[in-house]
């Protein structure tokens, strides 16, 4: 029977590697993914010890990098106590068994790097199930690269067939696993659906935004609740809805799992459950760190997520967290005070405009601007209210 691994385990040395192609044009843009790359390794318990880089066409079939390449990684972790190699990309069964008889040490891809960080920050039933099914998805069609045996066996007449029967009993077991799961996860969807009625006419409102960006700290702030926050990838897997009360007006706050780039399909498709709080609100609050150098980048990627969803449409605020930590990295103690402000009218202006004022700038740390936060979700609230039933004032009076 196939054994799920392990991918990371505490004090593992890793390298990183990323590929610039045709999908990936420039040195800048694959720079970015290794460092997220980077900080993943992190929240999984990994040290980085380097990252490569090659340009290719496309990459290769059998390596993903070209031979040259792979030497030269090989001779870089060898006598250095490294022992994991982790690719930006996903790899084939197939790619990870080639590269991995070339460096001797265990190969991942990003897909198997956050499928482990998930199931580590796995807490609920529905989670862990969401994990598991995704992890099973994930190793199936890379089920006879992974079987490392067969090689050993070497080539010639007989050496297939014990193995092939193998791999065929442990793709039937696989398949039935996921079955089962999804069977699962349908059962706790049920559950989940019947609590979601249950909640009654209440306006509902969900946190969306890329991981990291500060949500579970602006739920804590909004809801007086204490929801986990860390500074970690995807320190919030299970949705958490609170009811929240400003002013005798009454809405259901939920904190949801954050969006990265290149999150695995498998890993999206087990969790629409889950975001179906997303598709089913009624005002999506789109938080955003301000402070990170690609935040309009992570944006793009939150939007294309929720226009998967079919949730883009939806009335929304975007919250531009961490002011304090833009102004510390955007202005030195010798700037003038006018100059100063003139680029944070001109970052708020320019925002206003893009959102059509459905904006708030704050810190949720420091707890910058909340009064103004609160005030603009009100309003937002309060006019679905009238809209939705104009006929039940006790919501908003």
Same mark, same amino acid.
């Given at each position: 029977?196939?054994?799920?691994?392990?991918?990371?385990?505490?004090? $593992?040395?890793?390298?990183?590697?990323?590929?610039?192609?045709?999908?990936?044009?420039?040195?800048?843009?694959?720079?970015?993914?290794?460092?997220?790359?980077?900080?993943?390794?992190?929240?999984?318990?990994?040290?980085?010890?380097?990252?490569?880089?090659?340009?290719?066409?496309?990459?290769?079939?059998?390596?993903?990098?070209?031979?040259?390449?792979?030497?030269?990684?090989?001779?870089?972790?060898?006598?250095?106590?490294?022992?994991?190699?982790?690719?930006?990309?996903?790899?084939?069964?197939?790619?990870?068994?080639?590269?991995?008889?070339?460096?001797?040490?265990?190969?991942?891809? !990003?897909?198997?790097?956050?499928?482990?960080?998930?199931?580590?920050?796995?807490?609920?039933?529905?989670?862990?199930?969401?994990?598991?099914?995704?992890? /099973?998805?994930?190793?199936?069609?890379?089920?006879?690269?992974?079987?490392?045996?067969?090689?050993?066996?070497?080539?010639?007449?007989?050496? !297939?067939?014990?193995?092939?029967?193998?791999?065929?009993?442990?793709?039937?077991?696989?398949?039935?696993?996921?079955?089962?799961?999804?069977?699962?996860?349908?059962?706790?969807?049920?559950?989940?659906?019947?609590?979601?009625?249950?909640?009654?006419?209440?306006?509902?409102?969900?946190?969306?935004?890329?991981?990291?960006?500060?949500?579970?700290?602006?739920?804590?702030?909004?809801?007086?609740?204490?929801?986990?926050?860390?500074?970690?990838?995807?320190?919030?897997?299970?949705?958490?809805?609170?009811?929240?009360?400003?002013?005798?007006?009454?809405?259901?706050?939920?904190?949801?799992?954050?969006?990265?780039?290149?999150?695995?399909?498998?890993?999206?498709?087990?969790?629409?459950?889950?975001?179906? $709080?997303?598709?089913?609100?009624?005002?999506?609050?789109?938080?955003?760190?301000?402070?990170?150098?690609?935040?309009?980048?992570?944006?793009?990627?939150?939007? !294309?997520?929720?226009?998967?969803?079919?949730?883009?449409?939806?009335?929304?605020?975007?919250?531009?967290?961490?002011?304090?930590?833009?102004?510390?990295?955007?202005?030195?103690?010798?700037?003038?005070?006018?100059?100063?402000?003139?680029?944070?009218?001109?970052?708020?202006?320019?925002?206003?405009?893009?959102?059509?004022?459905?904006?708030?700038?704050?810190?949720?740390?420091?707890?910058?601007?909340?009064?103004?936060?609160?005030?603009?979700?009100?309003?937002?609230?309060?006019?679905? /209210? !009238?809209?939705?039933?104009?006929?039940?004032?006790? /919501?908003?009076?």
């Amino acid at each position: 029977m196939i054994e799920k691994k392990q991918v990371v385990q505490q004090e $593992e040395r890793a390298v990183i590697v990323g590929l610039i192609h045709k999908e990936q044009s420039s040195e800048r843009q694959v720079q970015e993914y290794l460092d997220e790359l980077v900080f993943l390794a992190e929240t999984a318990g990994a040290t980085t010890v380097k990252r490569f880089t090659q340009k290719l066409s496309h990459p290769d079939r059998a390596t993903f990098v070209g031979k040259g390449k792979l030497e030269e990684i090989k001779d870089f972790i060898t006598g250095r106590n490294i022992n994991l190699v982790i690719f930006d990309d996903e790899l084939t069964g197939s790619q990870i068994a080639n590269i991995e008889k070339v460096l001797n040490v265990k190969v991942i891809d !990003r897909s198997d790097l956050i499928l482990d960080i998930f199931a580590r920050r796995a807490r609920t039933a529905q989670a862990k199930v969401q994990v598991e099914l995704a992890q /099973y998805q994930y190793i199936l069609p890379r089920l006879k690269g992974m079987w490392s045996h067969l090689e050993r066996q070497g080539g010639g007449i007989g050496s !297939r067939g014990p193995g092939e029967t193998e791999i065929e009993t442990d793709r039937r077991i696989i398949k039935d696993k996921i079955s089962l799961l999804r069977k699962r996860l349908a059962e706790i969807d049920k559950q989940s659906l019947t609590q979601r009625k249950d909640r009654g006419e209440y306006i509902r409102v969900a946190l969306v935004g890329y991981t990291n960006v500060g949500k579970s700290t602006i739920m804590n702030l909004l809801s007086k609740s204490e929801v986990f926050a860390e500074n970690k990838l995807f320190a919030t897997l299970d949705t958490t809805t609170r009811k929240v009360v400003f002013d005798q007006t009454a809405f259901l706050l939920s904190d949801t799992v954050g969006f990265i780039r290149k999150l695995p399909h498998h890993l999206v498709e087990s969790f629409k459950s889950t975001l179906d $709080e997303v598709r089913e609100s009624d005002i999506l609050l789109h938080v955003v760190d301000v402070s990170h150098p690609q935040y309009e980048d992570q944006v793009e990627v939150v939007n !294309r997520t929720l226009q998967e969803l079919k949730a883009f449409d939806k009335p929304s605020i975007m919250i531009f967290n961490k002011m304090d930590l833009y102004e510390q990295q955007t202005f030195d103690k010798w700037l003038a005070d006018d100059i100063k402000q003139d680029i944070l009218n001109q970052l708020k202006e320019n925002w206003e405009t893009r959102t059509q004022g459905n904006c708030v700038f704050i810190s949720a740390l420091e707890r910058k601007n909340i009064d103004e936060l609160r005030q603009t979700i009100m309003d937002k609230v309060i006019t679905l /209210y !009238r809209e939705r039933y104009p006929y039940k004032s006790e /919501y908003f009076y």
